[in-house]
């Protein structure tokens, strides 16, 4: 079964930070590489970042290039993303994914988490 399972999504004041987590089974880095994505209400899903899989290479939006950091814990299957200088337009729910992270930057993947709410006040 392919399962992700995102956590550490919460409440954070702009200028904080906060540390996501992704569980990840079925399949692992060795298979695909693994990104995560944001989908604000009435807003389309974006690519936020990606690691390849071979763990290598990670890549990350524009918008949040030298706040957020992408990373591996191949042992436990597990991906994190850093979030520091949480800003109030990085409010939304955050997902995890198995992809390709040539096409994360569209927002599209192949296995979905059920996702995590991150809300940042101003």
């Known amino acids: 079964e392919v399962q992700l399972v995102e956590s550490g999504g919460g409440l954070v004041q702009a200028g904080g930070s906060l540390r996501l987590s992704c569980a990840a089974s079925?399949?692992?880095?060795?298979?695909?590489?693994i990104g995560w994505f944001r989908q604000a209400p009435g807003k389309e899903r974006e690519g936020v970042s990606c690691?390849?899989?071979?763990?290598?290479?990670?890549y990350y939006a524009d918008s949040v290039k030298g706040r957020f950091t992408m990373s591996s814990d191949n042992a436990k299957n597990t991906v994190h993303l850093e979030m520091n200088s949480l800003k109030p337009e990085d409010t939304a729910v955050y997902y995890c994914?198995?992809?390709?992270?040539?096409?994360?930057?569209?927002?599209?993947?192949?296995?979905w988490g059920q996702g995590t709410q991150v809300t940042v006040s101003s």
């Open positions: 994914a198995f992809t390709r992270c040539g096409i994360y930057n569209y927002g599209k993947g192949y296995y």
């Open positions: 079925g399949y692992t880095l060795d298979d695909y590489a």
């Open positions: 690691i390849s899989s071979s763990g290598g290479r990670t």
